[in-house]
């Protein structure tokens, strides 16, 4: 017969343990899906199809001793509220095309690209001249209605410091079914493999030319190799909205997932001045 205060212990004991090991389960799942910092922002883009890849970030291991005595752990803290609105009423278009289209912008004039968005509005300076044929998709396909209603469906607040939009369908599975050039991977801004905070870049799949309609804004300084076509500068104004959505954080708690605001483009439109 084994005291009260015994069977406590043991049940504590027990309890951390299962703890453990549904920890070490995570991280051996987070281990098979994590890849390497080329391609953290991956994404195949062929023919309306993709392939995501996720960032590699790990925490080291827990070296609690288990014969230790254990306490009730404290009950987890309530979800910072919504810092955005409600989306706009309206729903993504599925739209696809087979071939890029034709360069239709005037490279030497000036465009914006303003991202209507539930926690605020996001203004980029586009480069047109620097990276046509990049502008020249987006404007296709603000036109055509292709990111309205869509989610940036990626924060990472670990490593890296971006928010990641640009897919209907919300996986970071989607695109056009075009894929894009490569362009202006030697843009003045890139010094020492960092992309500074306010970059407007496109996402890929760490090969050349697979650029898509997935693109990232960076709200920190990040490292990263000089691969991701920069083609845009975020507004200060855009950059307090970035702050806002990057303190909600993100809903994993691993430093790479879904934000935890309701991060929506109501309306995308590129305007030329």
């Not at 905070?197 to 709200?219: C, D, R």
């Not at 806002?244 to 309306?267: F, Q, R």
């Amino acid at each position: 017969m084994v005291s009260q205060e015994q069977r406590r212990r043991q049940l504590a004991r027990e309890k951390f343990l299962r703890q453990q090991q549904r920890r070490t389960e995570a991280r051996r799942k987070s281990r098979m899906r994590n890849s390497v910092i080329a391609s953290v922002l991956g994404v195949v883009l062929v023919g309306g199809g993709a392939l995501y890849t996720t960032g590699a970030f790990e925490q080291d291991d827990d070296k609690t001793n288990a014969n230790a005595e254990v306490t009730p752990s404290a009950a987890p803290t309530s979800k910072a509220p919504d810092p955005c609105d409600k989306p706009a009423g309206g729903k993504v278009k599925s739209q696809t095309w087979k071939k890029e289209p034709a360069v239709a912008i005037d490279k030497s004039a000036k465009y914006t690209l303003k991202l209507d968005t539930t926690c605020g509005e996001i203004d980029v300076a586009l480069k047109a001249s620097a990276a046509p044929h990049t502008v020249n998709s987006f404007d296709f396909l603000a036109k055509k209605g292709y990111f309205d209603h869509s989610t940036c469906h990626r924060l990472t607040t670990n490593g890296i410091y971006v928010l990641q939009c640009g897919d209907p369908t919300g996986t970071g599975t989607g695109g056009p079914g075009y894929t894009i050039p490569d362009e202006n991977l030697k843009d003045a801004s890139l010094k020492d493999n960092i992309y500074p905070a306010g970059t407007v870049a496109m996402a890929n799949t760490g090969q050349k030319n697979s650029g898509g309609s997935q693109f990232f804004l960076v709200y920190q300084d990040s490292q990263l190799p000089p691969s991701y076509t920069p083609f845009g500068t975020v507004s200060d104004a855009g950059m307090k909205v970035l702050k806002k959505i990057a303190d909600a954080g993100e809903s994993t708690g691993a430093g790479d997932g879904a934000p935890n605001a309701t991060v929506v483009i109501d309306k995308a439109t590129v305007t030329e001045s």
